[in-house]
């Protein structure tokens, strides 16, 4: 099932806006005059399919991730899966990673549409992104995928473990999975919760779904999470893992 977009009042609208542009902006972008007001206007009247992404906008996570020096040295084919609003992309290119082996893949426009809002690139990087209801990457052609803050946004297992299953397909062997989700120390927050992530794993079923899809020696650091300020209930997970070979 599709969701639907949701719509923020107004001034938690333009605060929202505001503060991503600002962001956004100390990163070289510059707007035209009366640019908030537009993006306003439009967002109102559209909506917002995820609310938290424009938050996070205009803060590339991947920068921070234990493996990203490690991905910037590798030369191959690079995918985003699940990109939202390219931000990681965006870090890629000003980290000197060749555009031309960089791939960004979701399940709908609405966020990269966002990203192109905001950064203003769409001439420039457009062909980057790739939209489709299914995966479009069947063979092993990539050296290295990025997950971003997607497990816990699929609730169904066998979604998971297809999503899993996907990644390790596209990648050649050797290939190097690696990402961030939102996930739990504790199995009983899982029946109190009443709000929030779909999916909060805990360490050890990680390491169980990605080694049944083919992965091995997966590495899983466990950090306090920005918004959720428990570090025992609902922290971030950092993981990399490589295909089997």
């Known amino acids: 099932m599709t969701k639907s977009p949701e719509f923020l009042p107004e001034t938690m609208l333009e605060e929202e806006l505001d503060t991503a542009m600002k962001r ?3 990163l070289g972008i510059t ?3 009366g640019y908030l007001q537009e993006l306003i206007r439009k967002y109102s009247s559209e909506g917002i399919l995820y609310p938290y992404i424009l938050r996070a906008l205009g803060k590339p996570r991947i920068k921070n991730h234990f493996f990203y020096t490690q991905a910037l040295q590798r030369s191959g084919k690079f995918l985003d899966y699940g990109c939202g609003t390219g931000d990681n992309v965006r870090q890629l290119i000003r980290d000197g990673y060749k555009k031309e ?3 960004a893949f979701d399940l709908n426009w609405s966020s990269i549409d966002m990203g192109f809002d905001l950064y203003c690139d769409r001439d420039t990087i457009g062909a980057l992104f790739m939209v489709s209801d299914s995966f479009p990457f069947i063979r092993a052609e ?4 990025y997950s971003g803050s997607v497990f816990h946004i699929i609730d169904d297992e066998d979604e998971i473990r297809q999503y899993l299953t996907n990644a390790s397909n596209a990648l050649r062997p050797g290939g190097i999975l690696f990402g961030s989700t939102l996930g739990s120390k504790y199995s009983w927050l899982l029946s109190i919760r009443k709000v929030g992530p779909l999916r909060l794993m805990q360490q050890q079923e990680m390491e169980s779904h990605l080694t049944d899809a083919g992965f ?5 650091i466990r950090h306090k999470n920005d918004y959720h300020k428990d570090f025992n209930r609902i922290c971030t997970f950092e993981f990399s893992a490589q295909k089997t070979v």
């Open 24 to 26: 956004v902006g100390a």
């Open 31 to 33: 707007y035209p005059d």
């Open 101 to 103: 082996n960089i791939f």
């Open 142 to 145: 990539f050296d290295t995928i």
């Open 216 to 220: 091995s020696r997966p590495k899983i």
